[in-house]
């Protein structure tokens, strides 16, 4: 249960087989993380799949460094992260009017203004279709069974057997020692782990576009604006947009064009990654509710250029984390979504999936055997909850921020424009977190101790008033079954 040799590269080959059967719901990036880890950790893996394929579409998100670093154990994604990653990437800032008020720099710049290591970046910027393509191609690789066209209806466990599963809407079953359930906002494991938590409408939408670039070519104006940056304009460049209520951010590289902005609810907006509307409704709405000043003409122009079928609208809602995420025999494990959903502009979303999915899997590993899965299980809840629950406060600080600029602020200090990028998140490692502290974790649970009261390993989130291990323990209280406080 030590930690040695977690730092260094270890491949698949690396652990024992552990004999545990794992069956993992959902391709989104937590099931997609959660198959390979589980794979590299020992145990045999099955995912089952709603959609007929591994949807690799959308624009881009933000991916934390702590998502990155277990990488090392795979050269070939390492590999083709960097190959498609955007360096020498470079950033820029408007007021949402159009005025220029930070110009560009190499995003490597703007980190060491802000007092970071330009060298070890909190994260990056990545295109969503790339990154999937790149975990979609590992889970090839080493032969995971993905079924698809498998649509979850229900959760079970058999405390008995010690045993968990899910049915199909064809009736089919599938059981496992273990079932991680990674299958977004509404999973049916909510039923079974504790119920769904309510989602509170933000008032508040996202417009999204991704497109080949070629279509802003013919409109002289628009693709000088928009061009990329560098001394032979050939490197991307993030333009962010920053107004009352408001905010935007556009991406320019050599094959794709993406715009992002958020705004007030028009009422066709949908929690759907495949709801879209057209550049005429963008145009009509979007200069609602950004005061006196309205959008800047080129942007708008940006968005006429856009093509058909392309923009989605998409509503975002508040949600608390779930208040459990294992059932009651800790045979069924909610990671991603399914726990904690977080903002699509939080910029911790896809990074708290992926923490998650490598936290369990290495969990798993440390237990000593499928009879002591339920152990794994409630060691990983106690090691994210709290974690989880900063991460999506954070989100919704950096958001009320993006949208309430204080420009006399920023032109004192441009590090006010940007979203805080605390090192508590970005330098966390939950791999070697959970091999520090699984030990530890474990005997406090077999003796008893509440969650509220484990002081027994160093919290992995911001402490409020000291720095000794469980110091800002929050005393919370909850009646859910299989509560991450049992």
């Known amino acids: 249960m030590g930690s040695i040799g977690v730092n260094e590269s270890r491949p698949v080959g690396s652990y024992p087989p552990s004999g545990i059967d794992v069956l993992i719901v959902g391709t989104g990036l937590a099931g997609l993380t959660a198959s390979i880890e589980c794979v590299r950790k020992g145990h045999n893996v099955r995912v089952l799949e709603r959609n007929a394929t591994i949807n690799t579409a959308g624009d881009m998100y933000f991916m934390g460094l702590s998502a990155t670093k277990f990488f090392k154990h795979w050269p070939e994604m390492s590999a083709e992260f960097d190959e498609i990653s955007l360096h020498n990437a470079w950033i820029e800032t408007f007021k949402h009017s159009g005025e220029q008020m930070i110009a560009p720099l190499l995003v490597s710049d703007r980190l060491r203004d802000a007092g970071l290591d330009p060298d070890t970046p909190p994260g990056t910027f990545q295109m969503r279709p790339l990154v999937y393509k790149m975990f979609v191609n590992q889970v090839q690789r080493l032969g995971v069974e993905v079924q698809f066209g498998k649509r979850v209806v229900d959760y079970f466990e058999d405390a008995e057997t ?7 809407d064809q009736g089919d079953r599938y059981d496992a020692d273990i079932v991680i359930a990674a299958d977004g906002v509404g999973s049916k494991s909510q039923k079974l782990v504790g119920g769904q938590v309510r989602a509170m409408s933000s008032g508040r939408a996202m417009w999204r576009a991704a497109f080949p670039r070629e279509y802003i070519l013919k409109h002289p104006e628009v693709r000088e604006f928009f061009k990329m940056a560098g001394p032979n304009e050939d490197q991307p460049i993030i333009r962010t947009w920053l107004g009352p209520g408001t905010y935007a951010m556009t ?20 929690e759907n990654w495949n709801h879209t509307v057209e550049a005429d409704e963008v145009l009509t709405n979007m200069d609602k509710g950004v005061g006196p000043q309205p959008w800047a003409p080129i942007f708008k122009e940006l968005i006429k250029l856009t093509p058909p079928e392309t923009i989605i609208n998409f509503e975002l809602f508040w949600r608390n984390p779930q208040p459990s995420w294992a059932s009651p025999g800790g045979r069924v494990i909610e990671i991603g979504d399914a726990a904690h959903s977080f903002l699509p502009a939080s910029g911790n979303g896809a990074t708290q999936a992926i923490e998650d999915a490598i936290s369990i899997a ?5 237990c000593g055997g499928r009879e002591n899965v339920a152990e794994a299980v409630r060691a990983h809840v106690r090691f994210r909850f709290v974690r989880n629950s900063c991460a999506q406060k954070l989100g919704f600080s950096n958001a009320e ?7 006399s602020k920023v032109k004192l200090d441009p590090r006010k424009a940007q979203p805080k990028l605390p090192s508590w998140v970005w330098g966390h490692d939950p791999e070697v977190y959970a091999h520090e502290h699984y030990a530890q ?42 509560a991450p406080f049992s």
């Open 251 to 270: 991406l320019s590289r050599a094959d794709t064009m993406i715009w992002i902005m958020n705004h007030d609810v028009t009422g066709s907006e949908e």
């Open 441 to 482: 974790c474990v005997a406090s649970i077999r003796a008893g101790v509440p969650f509220d009261k484990d002081d027994s390993f160093p919290p992995n989130y911001p402490l409020a008033t000291s720095t000794s291990p469980g110091a800002s323990r929050p005393s919370w209280t909850t009646s859910a079954p299989g």
């Open 362 to 366: 290495s969990c798993l590993q440390l």
């Open 162 to 168: 010690g045993r968990a599963g899910v049915v199909t």
């Open 401 to 407: 921020l993006l949208q309430d600029t204080d420009w």
